[in-house]
Each structure stands twice: as structure tokens, then as C-alpha cells.
């Protein structure tokens, strides 16, 4: 295996010289589906909602390990029935997790494509949610993006047409998306991603952003940046390999990455570590071509005018065994006929060589869709992964539940997926537009994995926060581990039970009880301790009936498992 790996390794790098070779062989996609019908275009004119609006009650899930909340909603927690919301994206203030924004594609009325930059926020974790409305009312906005910077301000990157003129403005919002101002003129073009550093090096704070460069306001440039914490776009650059329909991340020490579908037939990756340096023309380092064995398309029958998925990027910024390894994760029709599975593949050496790709979804169909593929990666290197996924579909061809699955051994392994939604008919609610978006968003913290997703669980498009918290199997009692561990016996729990833990080398532990939104409850050991088993017990008296999460840190393992407490 790792001499198949190497020699991989050897024909990637070349790939860098001669990207065109192998993959523009493999599949010819047509110039007129990659780009000339894939593109965001005012048609119908803002047609306003109904005068009386009418609700119902959302769709809402909690268990121990997934809950979802809809956004887009009154200000009664109500549904709100004849709009349409979809292509989420979402921030976390990094100072106070409880201050959350998203920003989604809103169709006021869904006999009108005319879509706005809607937005919400939430200053309890994402339990409940604001929906003011949406920024720069009566103006086109579509491609929303969000992110923030390390002192906790908001961003909203936001893409208009006028005239096939595309341009995108950055809104700001210092008190966690409450309010936005005015915005900035960020160049920009269609399908416009953007990523802000929080490395703490010489680019923290700076902010970049790249789209499609065949809708580029500045062709055939198609990439920017901000220096001043978005107060100027810079003048636009190209990025070699020309990578569209992707993201951008920005890695430990403070380079950048950007991944996205490329003119050679494959996705590429293109790095900059000179990107961060303020003063100077950002250079990159090289492009690589990332063999997914499949490539990223769109107008297929499951998201008929949208995108199968986009590319996806991440580094592991832990201070772990996989520090600095990139990972890229898409959704892609393959080679060899499937119409779409989840595939990876990571690099260990700063994005030059990327090994063989992985297929993450576990059926062997070759018929079904795995769409919208989404990954980020947590501080402490776990890989999480969600898509839709219609194997359950049955004689409705394209319903789709959400699937998720995780890595803990940086992606050499995968757990079983996991579902985790109801089936859902994605084509519900279509506001004049045959698709659910393009995209989900994804950010992932130690414990958990926050997502940003549509679905039509209400009958109509609508847009949902989800915590997805990965939850570990109970060890029999009086059986020990060699592995970290952490039980609780009995479970559910009424009044008391019993946390049991492994630790097979000494580690600062601290073990505590946590929200399933992702809040510490109540701590129950924070100490260094040596190898060993031991017990604590759980006063659960005091505490709401519910669910709870379980959460042992030991070093730099950290293993969760689902409480629950039942009057």
C-alpha cells in the first residue's frame, strides 16, 4: 500500500509541471455545461409576499447526537409559509460560540426567482433565531458567504448581476449579525467564496476571496484580498490552474489554499504562502491537480439547474499527528458512470502531492446520488462530513436524507455513515428556480460539527442549523480499553449514574457535561492524572430533562458519548 501511495506521490508531482496530461483524458465535460449555463442571472422581477402571512410549525429535530433548528423563521419560532430560503452559509464568533450568523439565497415570495441576501442570528447557541430580513432590501443578491475574524467580527459576502456585470460587496456586522453596515466594493464575480485568516501570524485578519473567473468583474482575473479587515479590495489577481465552483482555507501558518474544478478536466489546488504578506503582490507557490476519480458537474436531475456540490477545503491545524495535512472533499460523478459519490483525498505534504481518493459514503450503488458534499475539520483534527444522499429513495428516484460521517486518524478511516435527517423531497418548494442551491457551510468545534443546510421538510425550501456531535459506543461494564474511553451506566439516566474512564497514558482530563448545542454544563474533573480506569458519579437532580452530551478531554483526545436525563 504505501509503495502504490509513493509512486502516486512521484506522478502527482509531476502533475504540477504537466497538469493536462492525465485527467483531460479521462473526461471531455462540455465548455456550455461548465460555464455558460451555470451562472447567476436576474429574470423575474420582486414580487412581494402575500400581505397576511401565514405560518405553520417547523420542522424541528433534537437527539444526543443531531439537532436542527430552522433559521428562517418569525418571531414566534414559526414557519413562515410562501417563501423560499436556500444555500446557507454560516460564522461562529470564535470569541463566544453562544453569537451565530447565517446567510442564505431568500425568495420573498416563491413565484418570483428573484432572490435577496437573507440573513439571521442567534445569541444562545443556535437554539432559537432572529430573522430580521435580508441586507440591501430591493437589490439582486445571490452566493452568500460568511465567515469571521479572530476578535469576532462578522462578515457577508454577497454577489449581484446587473446587466452580466457581476460584482460582490462585503457586509460587516460587529455585534454578531444583528446588524450590517453599508459594505464594501469587494471586486468579485459569480460563485465567489471567501476565508478569513485566524492564524495569529502576519496575515491574521486578512481576508480573501476567488470565483469563477468566465463571470469575473475584472476578467480573467478572479482573485482579491483585504488587509484592513475589510476596508479595501484589493486590484484582482489570477490563480494558475484556474479553479472555479470551490473554496478557500487558510492553514496554521498562515498560507493559503485554494481548490475548486479546474480547466485541466480534475480539481486542482493552488497555494500561496506569500498571500499573508501585506505590501506585497500575493504569489503562489504551485498548483496541483487532486485526482477524486470523478469531477464536479451540474444540471443533474437531483439539483436540476444548480451544482452536484462544490469542492471543499481544509487543513488540520491541530497540534496532533496530522498537523498541516490538507484534505479536499466533493461531491463528483465518476469516471466509471456513478452520478455522484463523496470522495477524498488528503495531502501530507502542504498540498504538493495529494494520495488516492476515498469514497466516504458506504453503499455500493452505482445509481445513487451522494450530493452536496461538505467538510471542515475540528482544532483537534477530527474530519466531518455531511451529504444528501438518496439511497433510501426508492421509487422516488431523487428524495434525500442527510448523512454523516467522521474521521479521527486523519481520514485513513471513516465511521459508518450515519443518517441522520427524515427523507425529504428536494424538488418541494422550487421559487421558479429548479434547484436547492449550490452549497451547504460547515465549521466544526472540538465536540461538534456546526452545519448549515436547506431542506423541504416543511413542504418548501427552508434553511436549518444543525449541531451533528459524534457519538461514541458504551463499553460493557467491567470490560477495560487500551483506547481512550468514557461510559455512563445506566443511560438514560433519572437520578444518578456512573461515568466510567479510560485513559491508557497519563493526561490532564477534564470531563464535563455539555448542551447538545454545544455549551458546557456541568464540569466534572479537571485534573492530570495517571493511566488507568476510573469512576465518577452524576448528580442529574438538577438538571432539565433532555439531552446531554458526555465530553472526557485527555491530552489531545477527545471522546463524547450521549447522556440522557428522563424524569
Known sequence: MKTTANKFRIAAGLLVILPGILFSQKVNIPYEQKVKTHHEVPEDPYLAPPAVRMTSTPARYESSGFTMVQVNVDINQQN???????????????????????????????????????????????????????????????????????????????LTSN?????????????????????????????????????????????????????????????????????????CLEIPGNPYWGTLTVG??????????????????????????????????????????????????????????????????????????????????????DPGDVMFAKSIDGGLTFDLPVRINDDESTSNY????????????????????????????????????????????????????????????????????????????????????ANTLNGEEDVYYSVITPVFSDIPEGETDTRFSVTCNPNPVTNQATIRYQIPVASKVRLSLWSVYGKEILPLIDRNMPAGGYAVTLDASTLAAGYYLCRMEAGNTVRTIGVVKVN
Open 252 to 337: 496554521p501558518d498562515g498560507e493559503l489554499y485554494v481548490a475548486g474544478s479546474g480547466d485541466w478536466g480534475g480539481l486542482v489546488v493552488a497555494k500561496s504562502t506569500t498571500a499573508q504578506l501585506q505590501g506585497s503582490t500575493p504569489g503562489w507557490d504551485f498548483v496541483t491537480t487532486v485526482d477524486l476519480d470523478g469531477y464536479i458537474t451540474s444540471q443533474l436531475p437531483v439539483n436540476p439547474v444548480g451544482l452536484l456540490g462544490q469542492a471543499n477545503i481544509d487543513v488540520d491545524r491541530s497540534e496532533g499527528p496530522g498537523h498541516g495535512n490538507v484534505y479536499v472533499l466533493a461531491s463528483v460523478s465518476r469516471y466509471e458512470g
Open 80 to 158: 413562515i409559509l410562501g417563501d423560499a430560503a436556500n444555500e446557507p452559509s454560516l460564522t461562529i464568533n470564535p470569541q463566544n460560540p453562544d453569537f451565530i450568523a447565517m446567510g442564505w439565497r431568500q425568495f420573498d415570495n416563491v413565484n418570483s426567482n428573484f432572490r435577496q441576501a437573507g440573513f439571521g442570528y442567534s445569541i444562545n447557541g443556535g437554539q432559537t433565531w432572529t430573522f430580521p430580513g435580508v441586507i440591501d432590501e430591493g437589490t439582486f443578491r445571490s452566493d452568500p458567504v460568511l465567515d469571521s475574524d479572530g476578535e469576532g467580527n462578522f462578515y457577508y459576502n454577497s
Open 163 to 235: 446587466n452580466n456585470i457581476y460584482t460582490c460587496k462585503v457586509f460587516k456586522s460587529n455585534n454578531g449579525g444583528n446588524s450590517w453596515d453599508e459594505g464594501v466594493n469587494a471586486r468579485g464575480g459569480d460563485k465567489q467564496w471567501m476565508t478569513i485568516d485566524r492564524s495569529g501570524g502576519l496575515g491574521d485578519g486578512n481576508i480573501y476571496s476567488s470565483w469563477t473567473s468566465y463571470y469575473s468583474s475584472c476578467y480573467p482575473e478572479f482573485f482579491t484580498r483585504s488587509t484592513d479587515g475589510g476596508g479595501f479590495f484589493e486590484n
Open 370 to 453: 451522494q450530493w452536496f458534499g461538505t467538510m471542515s475539520v475540528a482544532p483537534n483534527g477530527r474530519i466531518d462530513a455531511v451529504w444528501l444522499d438518496t439511497r433510501e429513495a426508492g421509487a422516488s428516484v431523487y428524495n434525500s436524507a442527510l448523512y454523516y460521517s467522521h474521521s479521527e486518524d486523519q481520514g485513513e478511516t471513516w465511521s459508518t455513515n450515519e443518517k441522520l435527517s427524515d427523507i425529504f423531497d428536494p424538488s418541494l418548494g422550487y421559487p421558479q428556480q429548479d434547484k436547492m442551491g449550490d452549497y451547504f457551510d460547515m465549521e466544526s468545534s472540538n465536540t461538534s460539527a456546526h452545519l448549515a443546510w
